[in-house]
């Protein structure tokens, strides 16, 4: 079992900065996916961006790529998502997902994450 708990969140204005945190506990191991996934009323969760347990293996959603900077210590225990510029329509609750895996690619969807947060609410608005 792995334990996920995510902070950071807030209300923020249009083009603003915010970093959400995501601290992981229990039985982690070496090979790992943790994503960020979020999800606004009334539509799917989505894949933001995500890490493998191998160094430098990032991905990121389109609709924020280049906005948004994912960092990890590889510890197995934390990974940290950076949001700069952010808009309306980043708006939702923010998830941090985690899978056993040995794929160097990190898994975008999250059906394949048995484990993730309570999550966090992002409100972007003027």
């Known amino acids: 079992q792995v334990h996920l708990v995510e902070s950071g969140g807030g209300l923020v204005q249009p083009g603003d900065s915010l970093r959400l945190s995501c601290a992981a506990s229990?039985?982690?191991?070496?090979?790992?996916?943790m994503g960020w996934f979020r999800q606004a009323p009334g539509k799917e969760r989505e894949f933001v961006g995500g890490?493998?347990?191998?160094?430098?293996?990032?991905h990121y959603a389109d609709a924020v790529k280049g906005r948004f900077i994912i960092s990890s210590d590889h510890t197995m225990n934390s990974m940290d998502l950076r949001m700069n510029n952010l808009k309306p329509e980043d708006t939702a609750t923010y998830y941090c997902?985690?899978?056993?895996?040995?794929?160097?690619?990190?898994?975008?969807?999250?059906?394949?994450?048995?484990?993730w947060g309570q999550g966090t609410q992002v409100t972007v608005s003027s």
């Open positions: 890490i493998s347990w191998s160094p430098g293996s990032t």
């Open positions: 229990g039985r982690t191991t070496r090979d790992y996916h």
């Open positions: 997902e985690y899978r056993y895996s040995l794929q160097t690619i990190v898994a975008t969807t999250t059906d394949k994450y048995p484990y």
